[in-house]
């Protein structure tokens, strides 16, 4: 009978909380489901194996110099600005003989010509007030020595007045394809070491070769840790550090 006259309020209030209770026990179950299949996950992740990287590097020796160089001078008037052009090119070609560089190593570009415009508060005036002409001269061979004795003695043609702007040798080295597979191998071994020592330490065996992935070969200078995600190659320097890296996954057991 004490039910049949129970308040509104109160029954309102008790199907709230019957509505509280079921919803935290659902919460409750899909948290528990999600955590067993996080936790399988995790653990069917951990059984696939163990992932490495191994490296390996060498040293190498530019055989190859591209060496650059441009003439810039100008002048009030287009021809004016190409004969002095020429001269300096003249100049800077006989340095580069008498150096030892024959003249079927040097190539000559073609000579590039433009009017120094006159402005007034960002507007064009119409004026000209010179003409500018320039000449690039390269430099190609295997001697990369001579190149770098060259490079270094410019000064004294400088002095003579010649406008030259040096942008410096550019070194290469031409048995990469020999060298890429050499350490490709030795960085493998390098993987699989570092895998048996991680396993060994969790009384762990590594078992089969599960996946490889090769990295990208980075020449750098001596002693350098550059990298870079597609590969680097530095040629500012004869002498050069090679390095090769791989990915490894074993299975484990």
Sequence with gaps: MSQLNESPIITVERRKAVTIIISAVIVSLALGIGLMKVGTGFASRSSDGITVTGSAKTTAVADNAVWTLSVNLSSATVSAAIKKVDSDVAALSKYLNAGGIPTDALTLGAVSTYANEEYVNGNATGRILSYRASRDVTVRTKDVQLVSKLSQGIGSLLETGINVNNYGPQYYISNLPELRPALMSDA??????????????????????????????????????????YGAYDTSTIEKTVTATVSVTFKTR
Excluded at 199 to 207: F, Q, W
């Design 188 to 229: 493998m071994k390098d993987a699989k070491v570092r895998a048996e020592a991680l396993t060994k330490a969790v009384s762990s065996e590594l078992g089969a070769l599960v996946n490889v992935k090769a990295g990208p070969i980075q020449i750098t200078t001596p002693d350098s840790t550059m990298t870079a995600d």
